[in-house]
């Protein structure tokens, strides 16, 4: 190079021959990197159209298992509403059953089968179960060695239902059961394969008799239509076959039930389960992709010829590359001179900068005084990053400034932020920054595996509003919180994370639970409340009724204080003659002392017959209780009678039923049991009888015991009033003499009778006059009674309303 070219001319030449160097270089290499990258990027495609291919396929699987699993609940939840299985082997049936696999037919008796006493021969309960759910459904009956349909919503090729087909014993299916496992997987039912579950179900003896099957079919239109419609920009084709090699499914109609090995490229295909394979198909040259979906046994191809992949992108690389080379070529020299000379510079240190910022550090710094782009550019990346660190600081200080529980997590649900008070709500300790990066499963519910809520929310892009959840702390506690997530989104729209702030309910819910408490105590005093104001009520008429029936009786009282002085006075005019009767008595207490002799002489001789009346008495009486204790004993040896007799009665009954278990091998013993609850029953009645005849003897003996007992305590009242009347005779001997005296006396004291009678006359008056008092006071007390029965009502209405 001349040495008087300058430098600059020499760097843009050295940079120009550089520049149409690195052209024809890098577009030799271009197009030969293009066709690898066009040949890679096809086996890409075609990789990734089949890992789809195969997700989507294993999403159906579990999804249509889930549908699965939850037809068999409705079955058997259906099932068990109808009652209990159990076989009737003496109501059996000729049919002609045929083996599903190899369609043999064959004769056999089949018992009948029913369930809550109605035979399961129709199919009400399968169909019922395919209106609820949409799944096949079949109920088997267990012969020797099958699985014979009795029940089922599953139609042959020609439309009929498959009732009378079995699955033999070589079956899976039939091993599983019959081990008492439920058989869950692909199997294949009349004349496809399906999803399906079997389950076992044992009958009232605790016998495998019947087994529910539900299932799904694999190859729906939903699956079909997946397959075939599978391609890359509408380009190639996706097929399926299973490992006999039969073709299930291809884009091509004609192709479906083929064999794989038949065809020109099948043993290149056989010979890959999982990966890429070529192979030439009609003449082309086709890149393919295999998986391999074991739960179905699908073997999923995703394919692709070489002039669908490459000719016309070959064409645009060479156009394409040819006018580059140009274009590069010419914007070479401009481009070296402007970079050479101004921009170099400058641009590395806004790279550094920019790298700087990018690091985290917004407190880096970039020099530029120029007026030119470079220099708008620069002060509009320092503006930019003045912008974003006063946005991220404002972000980050709203979440540093919330005093609610709240979190931050990424799109793989691992934890960027949490506060202090959301630690606190799950009783974790330690800073917030150490769960920072941790899963949120783990962190809220110790397993990384759990799906949140969170995680649903960025999948759909959905807020989630109030959700009540029930989170266990990690020292045991239980909080109740109230949840609000929502999917976060950068400006483009793109899911970046998620956030969940909550609002704890704990003490609310406490609160709940004690006012419900608090108004279950108040209902329960309102009803004894309730019951209290009926007392009061009751008692309050029941008072008011005793005291107008006193206000009478003070009525009365006084009525018969007034009767009473008039008869008072009617007294003292009797008394009077008391006194001219006291002489004439006088002269017959003679005659009285001479008959008490006499009396008392007859008295002596009552008293001795009245003790030998008490002696015979008082033998009766311990006869009587003697004969009490022996019926109450045999009272009690009844009652042991009637026991042995109700348990003999339950045995019997125990033993018809264990009989009935047994078939035919228990009908003698049935009609044994059978005879030995009808002699219990006998012994039963025959016992109640006797007892009622006990129990009558038992009453005729008390009676008479108590009677006995009545018999000598007044003999001996009359023993004793016998010699009370003997000493009471020779008393009246003794007194008679004094008689006479006392006679005398009479009269004096008749006439201190008659002026203690005008007291007592005084004393009447002074009574009527308090009588009338009492009956007015009565006549307010009852007032005041009714008064107290009409409140009591009162809070008997309000205590009503209360309860209301």
């Known amino acids: 190079m001349p040495k008087a070219l300058s430098f600059n001319t020499k760097l843009l030449l050295s940079t120009i021959g550089v520049v149409i160097v690195s052209i024809i270089i890098l577009t030799s290499v271009n197009l030969w990197q293009s066709n690898q990258s066009l040949t890679n990027l096809g086996l890409s495609t075609i990789g990734a159209v089949g890992d789809t291919l195969y997700r989507d396929i294993e999403i159906q699987h579990q999804l249509t298992q889930e549908k699965v699993h939850a037809d068999l609940a409705t079955l058997e939840r259906e099932l068990s509403n109808i009652g209990l299985l159990f076989i009737n082997k003496r109501q059996a049936q000729t049919m002609t059953i045929v083996n599903q696999v190899t369609q043999a037919q064959e004769t056999a008796e089949v018992p009948s089968m029913f369930v809550g006493g109605n035979r399961i021969d129709d199919h009400h309960l399968v169909d019922r ?45 039939y091993q599983a059961v019959m081990r008492g496992e439920t058989y ?59 490992t006999q090699g039969e073709i299930l499914l291809h884009p091509d109609e004609s192709m479906v039930g083929k064999r794989i090995e038949d065809q020109s490229f099948g043993d290149r295909l056989l010979s890959v389960t999982n990966g890429y394979v070529d192979y030439d198909s009609e003449g082309q040259h086709t890149l393919a992709y295999a998986r391999y979906f074991e739960p179905w046994d699908w073997n999923i191809v995703v394919g692709i010829t070489d002039d669908d992949l490459l000719s016309k992108a070959r064409q645009r690389i060479y156009i394409v590359s040819a006018v580059a080379a140009t274009a590069l070529l010419g914007l070479a020299a401009l481009l070296a001179m402007g970079v050479v000379r101004t921009v170099a510079k400058p ?337 039963m009645n025959a016992t109640k009888e006797v007892a009622s005849a006990i129990a009558s003897i038992q009453q005729g003996a008390s009676k008479s015991i108590e009677a006995t007992r009545s018999a000598t305590e007044a003999v001996g009242r009359s023993t004793r009033l016998a010699e009370e009347s003997g000493q009471a005779m020779h008393e009246i001997v003794r007194i008679a003499d004094a008689t006479a005296g006392q006679v005398q006396s009479i009269a004096t004291a008749s006439e201190e009778q008659s002026a203690a009678s005008e007291e007592i006359n005084h004393a009447v008056e002074e009574i009527n006059r308090i009588s009338a008092e009492t009956a007015d006071g009565m006549s307010q007390s009852a007032k005041a009674v009714s008064d107290l029965a009409k409140q009591a009502l009162e809070l008997k209405r309000l205590i009503e309303g209360l309860n209301e």
């Open 184 to 242: 869950l997987g692909r199997a294949f039912v009349v004349n496809a394969w399906y999803v399906t579950a079997y389950k076992p179900i044992k009958d009232i003896q605790g016998e495998i008799a019947a087994v529910l099957y539900v299932g799904r079919p694999i190859m729906n239109p939903q699956n079909r239509k997946l397959i075939i419609e599978a391609s890359m920009g509408g380009k190639g084709q996706a097929f399926v076959y299973n």
């Open 129 to 173: 179960v395919q209106q609820m759910a949409g799944g096949t459904a079949t109920v088997f009956q267990v012969l020797p060695g099958k699985l014979l349909r009795i029940s089922t919503n599953v139609r042959k090729t020609n439309g009929d239902r498959a009732v009378g087909t079995y699955i033999p014993e070589s079956s899976p299916v």
């Open 347 to 683: 641009l590395h240190r806004l790279e550094a900068y920019t790298r700087e910022v990018a690091t985290g550090n917004f407190n880096a710094t970039i020099d530029y005084s120029g007026r030119d782009a470079i220099g708008e550019t620069i002060e509009a990346v320092r503006t930019m990053v003045a912008d974003m660190k006063h946005k991220l600081g404002y972000a980050r200080g709203i979440l540093d400034g919330m005093t609610t529980p709240c979190l931050v997590v990424d799109t793989s649900e691992r934890i960027t932020f949490i506060n202090k008070e959301c630690l606190a709500m799950l009783q974790l300790d330690g800073p917030p920054e150490r769960h920072h990066g941790e899963l949120m499963s783990q962190v809220f519910y110790n397993d990384p595996t759990r799906q949140t809520v969170v995680g649903k929310s960025m999948k759909t892009g959905e807020i989630t509003r109030n959700l009540d959840v029930q989170i266990k702390g990690h020292k045991g506690g239980l909080v109740h919180v109230l949840a609000n997530i929502a999917p976060l989104a950068d400006l483009d729209g793109k899911i970046i994370g998620g956030f969940c702030i909550y609002v704890d309910l704990t003490t609310i819910k406490e609160h709940e639970t004690q006012i419900h408490q608090q108004n279950e105590r108040i209902a329960q005093v309102a009803r004894e409340a309730d019951h209290i104001s009926e007392i009061v009520s009751s008692a309050a008429e029941e008072l008011s009724a005793q005291v107008e029936q006193a206000s009478r009786g003070s009525e009365i009282q006084s009525s018969r204080a007034g009767e009473t002085a008039t008869a008072m006075e009617q007294m003292n005019a009797s008394v009077l003659e008391v006194a001219k009767s006291a002489s004439n008595a006088a002269e017959s207490a003679d005659q009285a002392k001479e008959k008490a002799a006499a009396g008392e002489a007859k008295v002596r001789q009552v008293i001795a017959a009245i003790s030998e009346v008490d002696r015979q008495a008082a033998t009766l009486q311990q006869y009587m209780s003697e004969l009490g204790q022996r019926a109450d004993g045999i009272g009690q040896i009844i009652t042991v009678i009637e026991d042995i007799a109700d348990q003999t009665n339950l045995l019997a009954l125990n033993a018809a039923i264990e009989a009935a278990r047994a078939g035919d091998a228990g009908r003698g013993f049935a009609v044994v049991a059978d005879e030995v609850r009808k002699l219990a029953e006998k012994t």
